[in-house]
Protein backbone atom coordinates (compact mmCIF):
# COMPACT_ATOMS: atom_id res chain seq x y z
CA UNK A 1 0.00 0.00 0.00
CA UNK A 2 1.36 3.29 -0.45
CA UNK A 3 2.24 5.69 2.39
CA UNK A 4 0.63 9.30 3.29
CA UNK A 5 3.64 11.41 4.15
CA UNK A 6 2.49 15.06 5.97
CA UNK A 7 4.91 17.42 6.95
CA UNK A 8 4.34 21.21 7.98
CA UNK A 9 6.32 23.76 9.73
CA UNK A 10 5.63 24.43 13.34
CA UNK A 11 5.87 28.05 15.00
CA UNK A 12 9.06 26.26 17.12
CA UNK A 13 10.87 24.98 13.90
CA UNK A 14 10.41 27.29 10.93
CA UNK A 15 10.19 25.91 7.07
CA UNK A 16 14.19 25.08 6.81
CA UNK A 17 14.20 23.76 9.97
CA UNK A 18 12.88 19.97 11.25
CA UNK A 19 9.03 19.60 10.85
CA UNK A 20 6.02 17.56 12.14
CA UNK A 21 5.67 14.47 10.51
CA UNK A 22 3.14 12.28 10.30
CA UNK A 23 3.20 8.76 8.42
CA UNK A 24 0.13 6.59 7.20
CA UNK A 25 -1.16 4.04 5.30
CA UNK A 26 -3.42 5.05 2.21
CA UNK A 27 -5.15 2.95 -0.11
CA UNK A 28 -7.58 3.71 -3.49
CA UNK A 29 -11.11 3.96 -3.47
CA UNK A 30 -12.23 1.18 -6.76
CA UNK A 31 -13.76 3.47 -9.20
CA UNK A 32 -12.90 6.92 -7.50
CA UNK A 33 -9.62 8.76 -8.59
CA UNK A 34 -8.49 11.34 -6.07
CA UNK A 35 -10.63 9.28 -3.68
CA UNK A 36 -7.97 8.00 -0.71
CA UNK A 37 -8.85 6.29 2.43
CA UNK A 38 -5.99 6.92 5.18
CA UNK A 39 -4.38 5.30 8.45
CA UNK A 40 -2.60 6.68 10.89
CA UNK A 41 -2.91 3.72 13.38
CA UNK A 42 -1.01 0.79 13.47
CA UNK A 43 -1.72 -2.05 11.47
CA UNK A 44 -3.12 -4.20 13.40
CA UNK A 45 -5.53 -1.99 14.02
CA UNK A 46 -6.66 -1.85 10.17
CA UNK A 47 -9.71 -4.20 10.26
CA UNK A 48 -11.73 -1.16 12.19
CA UNK A 49 -13.19 1.31 9.76
CA UNK A 50 -12.96 3.82 12.15
CA UNK A 51 -9.41 3.84 12.09
CA UNK A 52 -9.31 4.62 8.35
CA UNK A 53 -9.94 8.42 6.98
CA UNK A 54 -11.30 9.70 3.73
CA UNK A 55 -9.07 11.57 2.23
CA UNK A 56 -10.33 13.53 -1.23
CA UNK A 57 -8.03 15.32 -3.82
CA UNK A 58 -10.74 18.20 -4.41
CA UNK A 59 -8.22 20.20 -6.40
CA UNK A 60 -4.73 20.12 -8.10
CA UNK A 61 -2.44 21.39 -10.11
CA UNK A 62 -1.86 20.42 -13.64
CA UNK A 63 1.95 20.32 -12.60
CA UNK A 64 1.59 19.14 -9.17
CA UNK A 65 2.38 21.73 -7.27
CA UNK A 66 -0.47 21.91 -4.89
CA UNK A 67 -3.23 19.77 -3.93
CA UNK A 68 -5.98 20.74 -1.98
CA UNK A 69 -7.34 17.80 -0.29
CA UNK A 70 -10.19 17.53 2.13
CA UNK A 71 -13.21 15.07 3.23
CA UNK A 72 -16.59 14.41 2.18
CA UNK A 73 -18.42 16.16 4.96
CA UNK A 74 -16.58 18.87 4.50
CA UNK A 75 -15.04 19.42 7.84
CA UNK A 76 -11.03 19.24 7.19
CA UNK A 77 -9.30 20.96 4.54
CA UNK A 78 -5.82 21.26 3.61
CA UNK A 79 -4.04 23.27 1.06
CA UNK A 80 -0.61 21.38 0.20
CA UNK A 81 2.56 22.97 -1.36
CA UNK A 82 5.76 20.79 -2.67
CA UNK A 83 7.50 23.94 -1.78
CA UNK A 84 7.94 25.10 2.08
CA UNK A 85 5.75 28.70 1.10
CA UNK A 86 3.31 29.05 -1.41
CA UNK A 87 2.21 32.57 -2.94
CA UNK A 88 -0.12 34.23 -0.72
CA UNK A 89 -1.86 35.27 -4.39
CA UNK A 90 -2.80 31.41 -4.79
CA UNK A 91 -3.34 30.20 -1.56
CA UNK A 92 -6.32 33.27 -1.59
CA UNK A 93 -7.15 31.44 -4.91
CA UNK A 94 -7.41 28.03 -3.52
CA UNK A 95 -9.02 29.33 -0.06
CA UNK A 96 -11.71 30.67 -2.46
CA UNK A 97 -12.27 27.77 -4.48
CA UNK A 98 -12.94 25.51 -1.20
CA UNK A 99 -15.31 27.92 0.19
CA UNK A 100 -17.29 27.26 -3.08
CA UNK A 101 -17.10 23.69 -2.54
CA UNK A 102 -18.85 24.21 0.76
CA UNK A 103 -15.51 24.02 3.44
CA UNK A 104 -15.62 26.68 6.56
CA UNK A 105 -12.42 28.16 6.41
CA UNK A 106 -13.07 30.40 9.91
CA UNK A 107 -10.38 30.10 11.01
CA UNK A 108 -8.04 28.38 8.71
CA UNK A 109 -4.52 26.85 10.57
CA UNK A 110 -1.72 28.69 8.28
CA UNK A 111 1.16 26.36 8.75
CA UNK A 112 3.98 27.41 6.37
CA UNK A 113 4.87 30.94 5.27
CA UNK A 114 2.92 32.72 2.32
CA UNK A 115 5.21 34.81 0.27
Known amino acids: MPTARSACATPAAPATAAKALAEGIARTVAGHPGRLQVRFAPGWLSWLPLVWAD ?61
Open 55 to 115: YWVVALDTEYQWAVVGDPDHEYLWILSREPTMDAALFAELKDKAKAMGYDLAPPVVAAPLR
